[in-house]
């Protein structure tokens, strides 16, 4: 007979794959957000290495915690979950590390990353890099400047509109060349786009990052009760007896009676 309950080993299984499950996505989303910003041209974007590197150890590291918890209750072993306990310790406190600032931070979000992308105004006397990213936006996403179109001094043709977009009414006529001659741009400005993105991104980071810190509570929880199955599985059973305080035995009866008269 094992030492675990057999309906605690199907519950801590089905936790696992849940959790290689998830392990898995997170692993996709990186997948994901590599493909799509070297598409978007973002190859030499600040901290996108770091971001996708963290993001594949995440994920690789949440896999290996899962197979060696399903490991762990199926062989029985005490030191698997041992193991399988402190990852999960570790795990729920960096998660809650990072999770708690995180939320704390998004409300002011916009306006650090405003602050941020006026430096790179005007775009024309930016980096190479910031160039050819803000092109490859504008291209893709159908807008024209960070906040405005002025933040070219000479307007690229990533701005430009064909007639299609402009029948659409995606577009606006500006002057140039002393005004004398029109050029039709998009109307929209991209930050606003960016800031879209740049939210959506935070807040799945956070969900994803609180599923995970209750995750390992979770596991906490259920690999800290099969441990102790395990421990005290050989320990001899303890029969509680209930101790008699009232005697079985029939009261004694002292009969009394008069003396004879004299």
Known sequence: MGKINTCLKSVFTVF?????????IIIGLALL???????????????RTTGLFVLYIGGAVTLLIAVLGAYGAHTESKCSLVMFLVCMVLGCLVMLRYAIP??????????????????????DQSTDNIKNMANNFQKNFHCCGLFSHSDWNEIPDSCLCDEEEQE????????YSDFMLQRSIYSKTCFPIIMYYALFAVDITIGVVFTLAILALFGMILS???????????????????????????????????????
Not at 106 to 123: A, N
Not at 168 to 175: F, P, T, V, Y
Not at 231 to 249: D, E, G, H, K, M
């Open 16 to 24: 696992n794959i849940f959790f290689a499950i998830v392990g898995g």
């Open 168 to 175: 659409e009414g995606e577009c606006q006529n500006i002057g």
């Open 224 to 262: 800290s009760i099969m441990i102790h199955q395990i421990r005290y599985t050989n320990q001899p059973t303890i029969l509680l007896t209930v101790p008699t305080i009232f005697s079985p035995q029939p009261p004694k009866y002292e009969e009394l009676h008069n003396p004879p008269p004299y």
């Open 102 to 123: 995180a939320a704390v931070i998004r409300p002011q979000l916009e306006g650090m990353m405003e602050e941020q992308f006026r430096q790179y105004l005007p775009l």
């Open 33 to 47: 957000a590599e493909f799509s910003t070297s598409i978007q041209g973002g190859e030499n974007l600040t901290g």
